[in-house]
């Protein structure tokens, strides 16, 4: 019987291999992480073949004629059996714990030399910080999508501004909470060039799903024109930086046909914002509650965005969003 459960375990693992469930592998701490989610797979896969068999195969072998209800023959103990059944599993999850440990202390041992990113997580949006990286006014630059230079060590620094938030690009495997008050850290180097989606995996609120974001792998070239487009963008007039600030930080909730944004969490600005005075738009940002559009909810806007943004952002904000709605 425990031949047979092996041999099947042996089969199933072998097609749980082949077929491909993973993302791509896109950064050099993908393959650790990856082998240590197969090594798991299929102890778990070969256990639950032997458990599964012997059970189904018990079931039918020793079952009761139909009108035999007598007791079965009396067992105790089995000293062999429970040996086994006890020293397995150790072996087994200490395999895992070993291994997996090993993986870990692998991915995050990167070089001295490598770039820090900042990460800020709130309702429902990120903020990429490049501290080593400044802007022409004296301020670190900052983007609403992550983007790296392929082969490039990163140290990301996780905070977040008021729930927890968890970071996590799929097809670079590491994953990392963001949580109020603390700084986490993670560690990637990206080795494919493309572009991957940077996902919010802890639940956070209404717009948890939304709350989502990209990363860029770029060549050193391509990188270094994408610095230096953000410095002179920050150069630029404020309702420039105020379209930029837009995208990043309420185009995951609202429509804004200028913007190319889509999401109906809140109102469509297109329809509510024309008409209005700068004040009143000004209002609607740093008090959100203030007045509510019919069919939306109260309090579903953070209501702290006047602490989150300086008064240049907001003052950009309100000038774009009065340009980009036919204001004047
Ligand atoms: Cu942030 Cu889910």
């Known amino acids: 019987m425990t031949l047979v459960g092996l041999a099947v375990g042996a089969v199933l693992a072998v097609v749980a291999i082949f077929i491909p469930w993973l993302p791509d592998q896109a950064s050099r701490e993908a393959g650790l ?10 102890i778990c896969v070969v256990v639950f073949a032997v458990v599964a068999g012997v059970s189904v195969y018990a079931v039918w072998k020793f079952r009761a004629p139909p009108g035999d209800l007598e007791d079965g023959s009396p067992i105790h103990g089995h000293t062999g059996l429970e040996i086994a059944w006890t020293v397995i599993p150790i072996v087994l999850v200490t395999a895992i714990a070993v291994y997996s440990g090993v993986a870990l202390a ?43 230079r392929v082969d490039e060590p990163v140290e990301f620094q996780i905070s977040s501004k008021d729930v927890i938030h968890s970071f996590w690009v799929p097809e670079f495997r590491m994953k990392q909470d963001a949580v109020p008050g603390i700084t986490t850290r993670t560690y990637v180097t990206p080795t494919k060039l493309g572009t991957f989606p940077v996902v919010c995996t802890e639940l956070c609120g209404l717009g948890h799903s939304t709350m989502r974001s990209r990363a860029r792998v770029l060549t ?25 600030l837009f995208t990043q930080q309420c185009g995951s909730c609202h429509t804004l046909a200028d913007a190319g944004t889509t999401m109906e969490l809140g109102p469509n600005l297109d329809n509510v914002l024309p008409g209005l005075s700068a004040d009143e738009i000004r209002e609607s940002i740093v008090d959100p509650n203030a007045e509510i559009a019919e069919g939306f909810q109260p309090n579903v806007m953070p209501d702290d965005f006047g602490e989150r943004l300086t008064d240049p952002q907001i003052d950009g904000l309100v000038e774009y969003l009065r340009e980009a709605t036919g204001g004047g």
């Open 33 to 42: 992480i990856d082998n240590a989610y197969w090594l798991v797979t299929i």
């Open 106 to 148: 692998q991915a995050e041992d990167i070089p001295d030399e490598h770039r820090v990113v900042e990460i800020s997580a709130q309702q429902f949006a990120w903020t990429f910080t490049y501290p080593g990286i400044k802007r022409p006014d004296g301020q670190p630059l900052a983007s609403g999508e992550l983007v790296m």
């Open 220 to 244: 050193t070239a391509e990188f270094d024109r994408w610095v230096e487009e953000q410095k002179r963008l920050a150069e630029e007039g404020a309702s420039v930086q105020g379209k930029e």
